[in-house]
């Protein structure tokens, strides 16, 4: 099956059922999950992205493309994660941060500078490669981010909460920009938020868990 299966995913701590889930996010589209703090939203991708913590009881498989991700180390399942904060490296240029997050499959110094320029291009920041990340706006950042986690040619994206800590405006270009680079490389999403405008503009399903 293409884009990213859930199949009867559950979240536990202590006894407490979080999340039981079974879903189909096709290529390029988003799976919304909404629910109140401390309902699971977070427990569920980290299960995804292999980092759940242990005193979290989980079972079920999550299949992207048919490659059952669930079932491999962290590092090996290539899952495309964008937090609130950027989280870029303070040590490094912006180039540099797109460089390391490359795959090792990328030879060549020079190449590898070209990918990172050509994706600072795709995210609007083209020529800002050499700039430090301190010296970059919110905004700026957060476009950044975005372009990183698309060099690293993951096979999903797990968006958790990027948006929140844009203002308006900034946020519903993000939004847009997101979603269609997504849909551009065909990468299924799962988001969690809090924010019913981000849910709307991701356009696919919302489920609410813990309500
Ligand atoms: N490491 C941990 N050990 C024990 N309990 C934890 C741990 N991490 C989170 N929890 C608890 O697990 C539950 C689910 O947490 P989770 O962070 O997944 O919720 P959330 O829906 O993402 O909340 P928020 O919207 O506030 O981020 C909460 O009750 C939380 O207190």
């Known amino acids: 099956m293409e884009g990213l299966f859930l ?10 059922l979080l999340v039981s889930l079974t879903r189909h996010v096709p290529p390029g589209a988003v799976l919304t999950v909404m ?8 427990s569920l991708l980290a299960y995804l992205g292999g ?13 992207v493309d048919g490659v059952e991700i669930t079932a491999l180390p962290a590092e090996e399942r290539h899952v495309g994660i964008l937090f609130q904060d950027p989280l870029l490296f303070p040590h490094m240029s912006v180039a540099g941060n797109l460089m390391f997050a490359l795959p090792e499959s990328v030879k ?8 990172a320029e050509a994706a600072l291009c795709g ?18 950042k957060a476009r950044v981010a975005l372009a990183r986690v698309l060099v690293s040619e993951p096979r999903m994206l797990l968006l958790d909460e990027p948006f929140s800590k844009l203002d308006t405006q900034l946020r519903q270009q993000m939004r847009q920009l997101v ?4 849909r551009e490389s065909g990468l299924p999403v ?3 938020t809090h ?17």
């Open 7 to 16: 199949d009867g995913v559950r979240i536990a701590l202590g006894g407490r």
């Open 123 to 140: 995210v609007g920041m083209a020529g800002l490669g050499g700039r430090d990340p301190a010296t970059l706006s919110g905004g700026e």
């Open 195 to 211: 924010d019913m405008a981000d849910a709307r503009a991701a356009g696919g399903e919302i489920v609410k868990i813990g309500a």
């Open 51 to 63: 980092f759940l913590d242990p005193a979290f009881t989980a079972c079920g498989r999550a299949l």
């Open 35 to 42: 629910g109140p703090s401390g309902a699971g939203k977070s």
């Open 190 to 192: 799962l988001l969690v």
């Open 108 to 115: 060549g110094r020079a190449e590898r500078r070209r990918r």
């Open 179 to 182: 979603f269609s680079k997504a």
